[in-house]
Each structure stands twice: as structure tokens, then as C-alpha cells.
């Protein structure tokens, strides 16, 4: 029999990179991979569903799953996870010296459905008071004017986004200070080029997001794995053939990873920062599968139905094709 020959969408990274260059197969698949930056992918995927598997944004995804109308069915491979403390940026001159302070600003957000936005909301509310309807939301492009979102949403009444001007973006605004701040995966480019008035709003996020996991281990997820559910419901093994080999190929990108011989990334410090980060969260820092991460799964669907985006609250087991629930063992 021939091995299936299927798209394959997902980022460019060690975790992945054993099934790209073919040293990890898919059991039955011969895949074609497309390493795409997660806007191209996910507007891709959701519009017009173009690939047989993709990486998916799990608001987007759980957003689909909740009205009725996924055209894929997740696996638990968590291809992207990041503490979002990191993703809260500020006018340094406009007063806000603590989350609290945000209440009342402009904040610029490239869509308000992204899943990095549904972790800082939830989190400034949960941990700092700071509600959604706080705070005026102005949507854009980062760079470029007029990004739309890529799934349409309804929000509550009390919410206010509004669009950017015609022509204007988000980094425009806030170097012009005609925005108080930005929330979002990507920093604002003037960020990264120092503009002397525009900084993060936890200065420490590493000492924030170590507070935040000791007190709720919690490591948020962004992305999961989605397979055509036409194609599962024709090849069932897709699912659980898929967990295996992303599974496989993220341990060799682990044990890469700790070989001290010679860094494997181009990064100094890379040794001591895995050991602070094994320190706190333990040796398996980036976890696959539904068991580990029950809690993080939970407190996003959570976040998600209380901000308005799930027209009702999903449970995990909607989210993930049942053969990957569980495992053989020997």
C-alpha cells in the first residue's frame, strides 16, 4: 500500500524539524511540509481550509469546535507554548507602572481572538481585576493597515474595539502615542528597535511568568495539531499516527537540546537557562498529550467562554479526536 500523500502546514521548529528532514515517519503518511509563519497558515486553514493537517490556533480552533462547524479535529501536540507576560507592551510615559493602570488606555491588539490575547486577558483579569470591558481595544495590522480577522466573532456588549484609522498601523500608533500599549504574540516593531518610550508592562517577565507557573502550573498553550476530519473519518489512524511522530521528533529535539558538547541553538547561556527553566517546571518542559494538561486546557476554555469568543464553554474532550485520549503502554 501506498503511504497517503498529505499537505502538511506548521512552523520551523526543532521540535518538528526530525519529521521535516524525514528522520521521524508518520506511520502511513507521505507528507508534503509547508513551513508558513502562523498568520499565513492559520488564514489558510480556517478560510479555506487548505491543508490535510495544520497547526492551529487554539482560540480559532475552539471557536469552530463551539459553533459546530470544525473542518478539522485537533491532536494533542502542543506545536506552540509561551508564558504571555511577555506580551503586554506600553507608553512608558503615560503612567502605567502596574496592570492596574492599564484600566481606561487604548490598547492596539491584531485581533482579539488570538490565543496569546485570551491568556493576557485572562490573566489581567484573574490575577490584577483588569476586565476586557476595561480597556478600549483598537484593532489593525502590526505593519501593515486593514488585518482582518480571520474568524468573525460576536463580543459582549461591554467590550469596545475599535478599528484603527484607514491607513494607520498598530506599530505607527503606538510610536506616535496615539495608542497607550499593545497585546499580542509578535512584538510591536518599535519595541525591538528601542523606541525610548515603549517598554514592556512586566519589566521582569521571566520572574513574572516564574511567579505566575509556581503559583497555577500553568505553561500556556497557543497551537494544537488539526487533521481534515474528512480524512480521519476515511483513515483513522491519522490521529494517533500523528501524536506518535510529533512525539518522537520533539524528543529528539529535547535530547539535542541537552547535549552540552556544543550548543545546538545560537544563543550563549543556552545550558544554564534550560537548567533554570528544568529547575521550576521539571525535566519535560514542553508536554504533549491531554493528561498533562488538563488544567491548561481547561483554564483557556475558561478564559475563552467568559471573553464571549465560545457561544458556549467547550469541554477538552470536544477538542481532541478520542484515539488520542489515551495510550498503549507496555
Not at 3 to 20: C, E, F, H, P, W
Not at 155 to 161: M, Q, S
Request: proline share 6%.
Amino acid at each position: 500500500m501506498t503511504d497517503l500523500k498529505l499537505s502538511l502546514a506548521m512552523g520551523n521548529y526543532d521540535r518538528t524539524r526530525a519529521i521535516v528532514d524525514g528522520r521521524v515517519k508518520i506511520d502511513g503518511v507521505d507528507p508534503i511540509p509547508m513551513l508558513l509563519s502562523p498568520e499565513e497558515m492559520f488564514f489558510r486553514a480556517f478560510r479555506h481550509q487548505a491543508f490535510d493537517i495544520s497547526e492551529l490556533s487554539l482560540s480559532s480552533y475552539s471557536i469552530s469546535v463551539a459553533r459546530g462547524e470544525p473542518h478539522y479535529v485537533a491532536v494533542p501536540v502542543f506545536l506552540s507554548r509561551a508564558f504571555r507576560h511577555t506580551s503586554v507592551y506600553i507608553r512608558t510615559d503615560r503612567g502605567i507602572d502596574r496592570p492596574e493602570d492599564l484600566k481606561g488606555k487604548r490598547i492596539g491588539i491584531a485581533e482579539y481572538q488570538l490565543s496569546a490575547n485570551v491568556w493576557v486577558r485572562g490573566i489581567l483579569e484573574e490575577d490584577f481585576g483588569v476586565k476586557p470591558s476595561d480597556v478600549t481595544w483598537v484593532r489593525g495590522g502590526m505593519d501593515t493597515p486593514g488585518r482582518p480577522e480571520k474568524i468573525k466573532v460576536t463580543l459582549p456588549e461591554d467590550v469596545t474595539v475599535e478599528a484603527a484609522p484607514e491607513g494607520a498601523t498598530l506599530n505607527g500608533m503606538l510610536m506616535a502615542g496615539e495608542i497607550d500599549g499593545f497585546v499580542g504574540p509578535r512584538w510591536p516593531r518599535c519595541f525591538a528597535e528601542g523606541h525610548p518610550n515603549v517598554g514592556r508592562l512586566f519589566a521582569d517577565s521571566i520572574g513574572a511568568a516564574s511567579e505566575y507557573y509556581q503559583r497555577t502550573k500553568i505553561f500556556p498553550i497557543m497551537h494544537v495539531l488539526g487533521v481534515r476530519r474528512s480524512l480521519v473519518e476515511q483513515y483513522p489512524f491519522l490521529p494517533s499516527a500523528l501524536l506518535k511522530a510529533f512525539s518522537e521528533a520533539k524528543a529528539i529535539a529535547q535530547d539535542a537540546l541537552q547535549d552540552t558538547s556544543a550548543t545546538k541553538v545560537t544563543m550563549p547561556f543556552v545550558e544554564d537557562t534550560l537548567n533554570r527553566a528544568q529547575a521550576l517546571m521539571g525535566r519535560d518542559l514542553w508536554t504533549y498529550g491531554v493528561g498533562a494538561n488538563a488544567h491548561v486546557l481547561d483554564r483557556f476554555l475558561d478564559y475563552h467562554a467568559a471573553q464571549g469568543l465560545s457561544p458556549r464553554r467547550v469541554g477538552i474532550e470536544e477538542l481532541f479526536h478520542p484515539s488520542t485520549l489515551e495510550a498503549y503502554s507496555l
